[in-house]
């Protein structure tokens, strides 16, 4: 699931070498990467579009209007009659924010080997793709030997989906169907498994995890299987200087005008971003580990308590969040990490700033806790609450500090 564009970037930081957690699983994905540093410096390409844009800031003159009145297209030219409106409210129509999932590799590649190479699991079972998306899912699935596969897709992008499984032959395997999870009439009363591609930044934000246990729930056969299966949430604390000055302490002045009052709400939100291995200055600690087949929806809200150990003495401006996931019903033990020492996916890293500069020396510990929970106005939207305290030989501090990801 790929959700908003990112809000910033880290440039000039690379990615982080492959663990052997990855490298073991994901054995196929690492000859391909479509994951390498997108920013670099301006150039001339860069330059050539500023006067592109130059050029486009002229008057049209009459003959122009013209060309503008016959470019009205055809809905049926371009095959959509969407507005900017119905992208706006619902991102997932739009083929943009499928292509960057499909060619996070990561990700899609784990799904792939998961189905392929286990193909016991599939063979004359009933899949239910929750949020169906391409029917990417959906087509491993029924290439793996699946008897039938329901793939559910909201938006219009279930549209497309239909038309790429009829033209990849499996239209008598597959029943794309166009609606909410929530509201759909299954033509089957139980399923044998359910796979879905739910994970949000932060692991939690848009709450599709709800929709997967909803159909778990109603529609899953006692033994049957959710993939993925574990979900785990990781924290640790990074040196980030450069990065802390550019976002947050930017707005003390601005053009030479105070716009501070910017500051608070850009230290409330989460960043999320790639982080640089070599930033990292403590252990990275678990702070929870969810089993979809089994929990509860109010299991995504928690409390945590969490102790970081630095392994060198530098400074803390901020804590990082990542997720990993698993699928342990594999004949041998899958998933991936979206953390900093691993290879890079689009769901990058999520970045919480500290009020506090930290000068820790190695060995000392920061403790505290993290409350993590739906918004309850906007149940996509996820409210953090982080406290920590830490006693330093040369710093001494505790705070609580508020976060929302929206
Ligand atoms: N399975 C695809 C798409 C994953 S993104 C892939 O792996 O590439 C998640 C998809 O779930 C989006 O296309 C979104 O529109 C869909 N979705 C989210 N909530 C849903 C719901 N309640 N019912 C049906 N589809 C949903």
């Given amino acids: 699931m790929a959700r908003r564009e990112s809000n910033s970037h880290h440039p000039h930081q690379h990615q982080g070498t492959h663990t052997r957690f990855e490298d073991e699983q994901i054995e196929e994905a690492t000859e391909s990467s479509n994951l390498e540093d997108p920013m670099c410096d301006a150039d001339e390409s860069t330059i050539g579009q500023e006067k592109a844009i130059d050029d486009t800031m002229c008057e049209p003159d009459e003959s122009d209007k013209d060309i503008a009145r016959s470019f009205e297209l055809d809905d049926s030219v371009i095959g959509s009659d969407k507005t900017s409106a ?40 009933v899949v239910l793709d929750v949020g169906a998306g391409t029917g990417i899912l959906s087509l491993f699935c029924a290439k793996a030997g699946a008897k039938h596969v329901y793939a559910v897709e909201c938006s219009h992008m279930a549209d497309m989906a239909k ?11 597959i029943t794309v169907m166009k609606g909410k999870v929530e509201e759909i009439v299954l033509p089957v009363a139980q399923v044998d498994i359910i796979i879905s591609e739910w994970m949000g930044y932060f692991l939690l934000f848009e709450n599709m995890l709800n929709t997967v246990l909803y159909a778990r729930d109603k529609w899953l056969v006692n033994d049957g299987i959710v993939l993925p299966d574990k979900a785990s949430l990781y924290l640790t604390a990074i040196e980030d200087a450069e990065y802390k000055e550019d976002k947050i302490e930017f707005w003390n002045s601005v053009y030479g005008f105070d716009m501070s009052c910017i500051k608070k709400q850009a230290m409330m939100e989460p960043l999320v971003d790639t982080v640089d291995q070599n930033q990292i200055v403590t252990n990275c600690q678990l702070l929870k580990t969810m089993d979809i087949s089994k929990m509860a929806p109010g299991d995504a809200s928690f409390t945590a308590p969490f102790k970081l150990v630095a392994s060198r003495d530098d400074y803390i401006h901020a804590l990082v969040a990542y997720f990993d996931v698993s699928f342990t019903k594999c004949h041998k033990l899958t ?9 890079a996916t689009h769901w990058k890293q999520t970045v919480l700033y500290l009020e506090d500069v930290l000068t820790i020396c190695e060995g000392e510990t920061v403790v505290g806790s993290m409350t993590v929970a739906q918004n309850k106005k906007n149940p996509r939207d996820v409210d953090i609450m982080i406290k920590y305290s830490f006693n330093g030989q040369r710093c001494q501090v505790s705070r609580t500090q508020y976060y929302k990801m929206r």
């Fill in 335 to 343: 998933g991936f990490s979206t953390g900093p020492r691993s290879r």
């Fill in 163 to 173: 038309e790429i499984v009829e033209v990849n032959g499996f239209s008598d395997v």
């Fill in 86 to 125: 119905d992208y706006y409210f619902d991102s997932y129509s739009h083929f943009g924010i499928h292509e960057e999932m499909l060619k996070d590799v990561v990700r899609t590649k784990t799904y792939q080997n998961v189905i392929y190479k286990n193909k016991f699991l599939f063979k004359n079972k």
